[in-house]
Each structure stands twice: as structure tokens, then as C-alpha cells.
């Protein structure tokens, strides 16, 4: 009888930063197995906007080839109110827009030729730590590792089991949103991602490949309670008072016949390491759309986990060393740019607010050259 596979790292959810940590690892030739309860390639609820901080990450690390896929670049922002005011402003920096459908299942492909063993389909059960070791239940049976990453995304039902204290938070500014997707075409800007605001809400549309659009909302689950859990109805009643957004859903034509809906997205403070799982993107702390890139910083958490988790199995640091140190570099590297987008995301969706906060960005450009910088990074 063969001596079961012990994995170095073992990667629960195999989205951006799941597959990005997953394939850093197998790189410098550790044993990696990811487990994806969905399937390749798959649509996800997601901005689909990645600020050029993340370009050579992909690129020169991770081997995805950017430059022969044709992406729209973009440069430019567009901030709009219910009241027809808006501001427009220069991303320094800039940003490319590319799908999660194409993105996620290029990075699967890299992963699996380094060797990563994907399992499809596979919903993990539970995940217990004994003997310093990793025991993952999996449908697919159970498997053991050395190290274990959540990367599982919003929520899961192992948030359930572990008794994640952002499950019981009862802070409805943050907490029970919906998240709404489509793809679309039309005569929109190419180079630009524009944030339309509604009532306890705001949309974004930025171009991705194929001469497609990204049109995507967060709203409170009360606006589409209060229309009969109705999305068609919402967006007539509620998103269309915001008349540069009902222009876009009048002129749009949709991609695909219904659109992607998540539910009881919460925006609440997270562990960053929970029973020794690192976790890795909005398992670590749920990314607002108003932080300036959640792709990024989803991609960024990935590189970091991985250095972290190569010197542990190197056996430089301890696994308390590993965790501290995780949870200091996450906090450094994010935590302004979390705790800004939590701020602005108490502005935008309440209409005085929103307005408020407009005219300053426009009488006051270097506010808003400020605002951009808090919640944009740099090269990693």
C-alpha cells in the first residue's frame, strides 16, 4: 500500500488569489493541491478593473500573457450622483480591464502545467489542525498538508463552522448587500471605469476583452426587498433616478440573458488567520469595490502568503512566525486602503453625501488626486 500524499500547501478556492499562491508555491517546487467547489472557465460577480500595480506580477511571475489579449488600458475615472453631478479625473497609475471567465481559467491552465493538482467541483467540508498537520475533508475524499490558505472568497460554509465573528456583526452600513453583474455592449468610453451612485448603492462600468463591458452593482438587499425581489423592477425604480445610469441600461445590450446575483456580501473586518489557515483575498477582509482595486489587492495577498509560506516550509520561522508575520504584512500593505474604502463607501449611496462628497472632489482637485493615491498601490 503507497504512503499517502502530505502536500506542502494545500489551497482551499481557486479564484485570483487562490491560484496565484497556489502557482507561486509549485514554481519553487513544493506539492500543491487547490480545491475549486465551481468549475473553469466560470463568470463571477467582479469589477473586472486590475490597476497596472498587479501588471508585472501577472506577467513576469505568474506567466500570464497580458500583452497578446488586446486589453483596453484606462486611465480615466467618472464619478456620478443621483443629482447629475459628476466628476472626472486622471488615473496616474491606470488600470486594464480583463474577465474573471478568462482571467481565472488562464491562471487554472498555469497552475495545472506547474504541477498544482486542481480538483474541479469540489467542495471542502471541514479542515481540522492536529499534530500540526492539515486533515481537509473534501467530496473528494480527505486530504493532508503542511500549511492550508482560505481563499474561498466572500463567504463559505467553513466561515460557519469556524464561527467567523463578521457572521454575527449586526452593522448594517457594512453588512447584507447584494452584488449584481453583466456583460454588455455599447457606444461607452473605452479608457474610462465610471462609478455611478444611486440610493444605498453604486454601479461600475469599465471595458474588458472582446469589445465587451463590465456593468456591475453593489446595493443594500432592502432596495431589492422593498421591489419585490425584483432586480428588473430595482433597477427601474431605484438605480434609474441616477439618469447616466439609466442611459447605460437603456443603450446597453446584454451578453447574457440574467444576470450573475450574490447575496449577504458583508464588508466587515475579518481575521487574517483563522484556526492556522492563512487566508488570502476577501476571505482575509471583505475588499470594497472604493478601495481602488479588490483584483489587486486579492493578487497582492497571494505573493505575500506564498513568501511567508515558502520560509516556513524552508524551516526558517516557526508556524506562530509564519502567522504574525502574514497578518503584520497584510495590515501594512492593506489596511489603509481598506479602512479609505470602508470611509468612502459610507458617503457614496446616500445621496446628500454623495453630493457633498462630489463638489469637494471637483472645487478641490488635490483631494481627489489624494483619494486616488490612499487607494491605489504600487508595483508589487
Not at 454623495?354 to 482637485?365: Q, R, S
Request: glycine share 8%.
Amino acid at each position: 500500500m503507497s504512503e499517502k500524499t502530505i502536500y506542502d500547501a494545500a489551497v482551499i478556492g481557486g479564484g485570483l488569489a487562490g491560484l496565484s499562491c497556489a502557482i507561486l508555491l509549485a514554481k519553487k517546487g513544493y506539492k500543491v493541491v487547490l480545491f475549486e467547489k465551481g468549475t473553469y472557465p466560470a463568470h463571477k460577480v467582479c469589477g473586472e478593473y486590475i490597476s497596472m500595480e498587479s501588471w508585472n506580477f501577472l506577467t513576469e511571475e505568474l506567466g500570464v500573457s497580458l500583452a497578446t489579449m488586446h486589453l483596453p488600458f484606462i486611465n480615466r475615472i467618472l464619478v456620478t450622483s443621483a443629482k447629475s453631478k459628476n466628476v472626472k479625473a486622471h488615473l496616474p497609475l491606470g488600470g486594464f480591464g480583463i474577465s474573471r471567465f478568462t482571467l481565472d481559467y488562464d491562471l487554472k491552465k498555469i497552475a495545472e502545467k506547474n504541477g498544482v493538482m486542481v480538483f474541479n467541483n469540489c467542495k471542502v467540508e471541514n479542515v481540522d489542525f492536529l499534530n500540526n498537520i492539515f486533515s481537509i475533508k473534501t467530496e473528494k475524499g480527505i486530504f493532508e498538508s503542511n500549511t492550508c490558505c482560505g481563499s474561498y472568497g466572500k463567504r463559505s460554509n467553513l466561515d460557519a463552522k469556524w464561527k467567523r465573528s463578521f457572521l454575527t456583526e449586526n452593522n448594517t452600513r457594512l453588512n447584507n448587500y447584494i452584488g449584481v453583474k453583466y456583460h454588455v455592449t455599447g457606444p461607452f468610453t473605452a479608457d474610462e471605469v465610471a462609478l455611478h451612485n444611486f440610493k444605498d448603492g453604486y454601479c461600475g462600468l469599465s471595458k474588458i476583452e472582446d469589445e465587451k463591458y463590465c456593468l456591475c452593482y453593489l446595493t443594500k438587499a432592502s432596495n431589492l426587498k422593498n421591489n419585490n425581489n425584483s432586480i428588473e423592477q430595482m433597477e427601474e425604480t431605484v438605480l434609474y433616478k441616477n439618469l447616466a445610469l439609466k442611459n447605460i441600461f437603456l443603450t446597453a445590450e446584454k451578453l447574457y440573458e440574467k444576470p450573475l446575483v450574490i447575496s449577504q456580501v458583508s464588508f466587515s473586518n475579518k481575521t487574517r488567520v483563522q484556526d492556522h489557515v492563512l487566508m488570502l483575498g476577501d476571505a482575509a477582509g471583505m475588499i470594497t469595490p472604493l478601495c481602488g482595486n479588490g483584483m489587486s489587492i486579492a493578487l497582492h495577498t497571494a505573493k505575500l502568503a506564498a513568501g511567508h509560506i515558502s520560509s516556513y516550509l524552508q524551516q526558517n520561522i516557526s508556524r506562530a512566525v509564519l502567522e504574525n508575520n502574514y497578518s503584520k504584512d497584510w495590515k501594512k500593505n492593506f489596511g489603509k486602503r481598506i479602512k479609505m474604502g470602508r470611509f468612502i463607501q459610507r458617503f457614496f449611496g446616500k445621496e446628500s453625501f454623495t453630493n457633498i462628497f462630489l463638489i469637494v472632489m471637483k472645487v478641490w482637485p488635490a483631494f481627489t488626486k489624494k483619494i486616488i493615491r490612499l487607494t491605489h498601490g504600487n508595483p508589487f
